[in-house]
């Protein structure tokens, strides 16, 4: 409900599309105020992140920043924003021209690795801007005679809030303690064309070429980019801005869909894709199509009883199970029951992330439950729970569990 009133007071609708990020760049009471003061910013909170032990405070963050036997939590600011109002990568690069992200476990006089230089991200756009910009800074910094960046870039597993007396600091003490640690260096016009070049992030990825004037690309961004919700990073660029890739295909339309593994093209497609094209395709490369998981969400296979996936899904703590494929959260624990079958069982799906459709195959009449952004078979439903409520019978192999503390990490 606070939040909910802080949206309102700031003028920001309810239905404002919003992210969040955590910065570390020394002292948290300077990188609090300077990220409260840019439009856009929803709210800044000073608190500890990074870490390996829980419930961490000023005074534990203090006794760790010289024992190297522990990974002692960063001093961070929890930064939630409007997209809409202020993009990632000017949030982002705000960040590096604030500090000096070269100094390792210190910012000025501050030293300890509590004050080292931190991003953690939420999402995958996030982590691809950062390193891109990172890429970028370097380049400036190093002109400018600096050393190698030492920020470490990683998701944000959790982030604790700080102590009362540590929020808003500087405007409670309007002469409180607020060092300036810029480089001064800056990003300038020149390099606004080469923030947009890429190279392989490592893994699985897709990059997906595009041309100025190109309706069909428009189409496929419109109806399957920014819908986008998988686990699997996922690019837009010119063709001339991928930098260190290995293609195999003649990029002779757009847009072209490639389907990278650790720098190399294992696969393609040419030319506007649907939704289901897609997500089939993306199927096929991230589960494999020799895949139990393949087999049930595009061939309508079952599990088998009790397997292995069922067994390491049926106990799990609270939270919510996505679709494999797309991302899209479709089942919550709040609705799981053990019916003894020896498949997931569920009392309903989350509102809109499914559709039903007849299925009168093998001589039965049977409602098939389909995830309704990738297609993917994800069982039947019965009317045969208990208190006469429906069963939704589904498939563990197509599913990945999310735990409900975990859930703002969770690619968007």
């Known amino acids: 409900m606070k939040k909910i009133f802080l949206l309102l007071a700031l003028g920001i609708s309810l239905f404002a599309k919003t992210e969040t990020i955590v910065f570390g760049a020394g002292c948290f009471w300077g990188v609090e105020k300077y990220f409260s003061n840019l439009e856009g910013v929803i709210d800044a909170t000073s608190g500890y992140a990074g870490g390996d032990f829980e419930n961490p405070s000023y005074k534990k963050v203090l006794r760790y920043r010289s024992d190297n036997s522990i990974t002692n939590h960063a001093e961070v600011v929890e930064v939630v924003y409007d997209d809409e109002k202020i993009s990632t990568q000017t949030l982002i690069k705000h960040f590096w ?3 000096d992200p070269t100094q390792g476990d210190r910012q000025g006089n501050d030293r300890g690795n509590n004050y080292r230089s931190a991003l953690y991200y939420t999402t995958p756009t996030q982590k691809n801007i950062a390193l891109q910009t990172k890429d970028i800074y370097q380049k400036l ?3 400018a005679g600096y050393g190698k960046i030492t920020t470490e870039i990683k998701p944000l597993k959790k982030f604790y809030k700080a102590e009362a007396y540590h929020q808003d600091y500087l405007k409670k003490n309007p002469r409180g303690y607020c060092p300036n640690h810029a480089t001064g260096v800056k990003f300038d016009k020149e390099t606004k064309a080469e923030i947009k ?6 893994g699985k990825e897709i990059v997906v070429i595009e041309a100025a004037h190109c309706p069909f690309c428009e189409k496929f961004k419109k109806d399957v980019v920014e819908n986008y919700t998988g686990n699997l990073p996922l690019r837009v660029a010119k063709e001339s801005a991928l930098k260190g890739f290995d293609l195999k295909t003649k990029i002779a339309g757009t847009p072209a869909i490639l389907f990278i593994e650790d720098g190399h093209e ?3 497609h040419l030319g506007y894709m649907n939704e ?12 494999g199509v020799s895949s139990e998981a393949f087999d049930v969400a595009f061939n309508k296979s079952t599990d088998r009883r009790f397997c292995k996936q069922y067994d390491l899904f049926k106990h799990t703590g609270d939270g919510v199970f996505v679709d494999k494929i797309s991302g899209d959260i479709l089942f919550d624990t709040k609705d799981r029951f053990n019916s003894g079958s020896g498949w997931l069982s ?8 499914t559709i039903e459709k007849t299925d009168n195959a093998f001589g039965m009449r049977r409602v098939e439950i389909l995830a309704k952004k990738s297609g993917a078979h994800l069982g ?6 208990p ?9 563990a192999t197509v599913l990945e569990f999310v735990p409900r503390e975990k859930l703002k990490a969770w690619k968007k």
């Open 387 to 395: 208190g006469g409520k429906q069963r939704f019978c589904i498939n």
């Open 97 to 99: 021209e604030l500090h």
């Open 276 to 287: 289901k094209r897609f997500y089939r395709a993306l199927g096929e490369f991230k589960l």
């Open 141 to 143: 910094l190093s002109k």
């Open 197 to 202: 070049s890429i190279s392989p992030l490592g």
């Open 380 to 385: 039947h439903v019965f009317d045969d729970a």
């Open 266 to 268: 294992r696969f393609s």
């Open 346 to 353: 569920f009392y309903k799906a989350v509102d809109g992330a």
